[in-house]
Nanobody, 118 residues
Framework: QVELVESGGGLVQPGGSLRLSCAAS????????MGWYRQPPGKTREQREL??????????NYTDSVKGRFTLARGNAKNTISLQMNSLKPEDTAVYFC?????????WGQGTQVTVSP
């Protein structure tokens, strides 16, 4: 079993910045991909959208709407990532979920709320 713990959400004005962090622990074996999904208000779990994910090589992929504004990076500690979010917009408002793909399974954090509002 793998546990993911997120931190760093909150309320910010448009144009502001937030930094999300995620730490994974447990039975993590070999290859893994880590990243963030988000679930906007009124959307279901099945409608979560990928924000960004990072491969073991360091290759990072972003959804078009956040390119140039968000930066995903692996932390110095093993199995940790951070998401630096700049120039935030109201449409970025969502619950952000950290995830890890490992041993052919997806694991999810509990989610952290990000609200962008004047």
């Amino acid at each position: 079993q793998v546990e993911l713990v997120e931190s760093g959400g909150g309320l910010v004005q448009p144009g502001g910045s937030l930094r999300l962090s995620c730490a994974a622990s447990g039975n993590i074996v070999g290859f893994n991909i880590m990243g963030w999904y988000r679930q906007p208000p009124g959307k279901t779990r099945e409608q979560r959208e990928l924000v960004a994910h990072i491969f073991p090589s360091g290759f990072t992929n972003y959804t078009d709407s956040v390119k140039g504004r968000f930066t995903l990076a692996r932390g110095n500690a093993k199995n940790t990532i951070s998401l630096q979010m700049n120039s935030l917009k109201p449409e970025d408002t969502a619950v952000y979920f950290c995830y890890m793909f490992n041993q052919l399974r997806n694991y999810w954090g509990q989610g952290t709320q990000v609200t962008v509002s004047p």
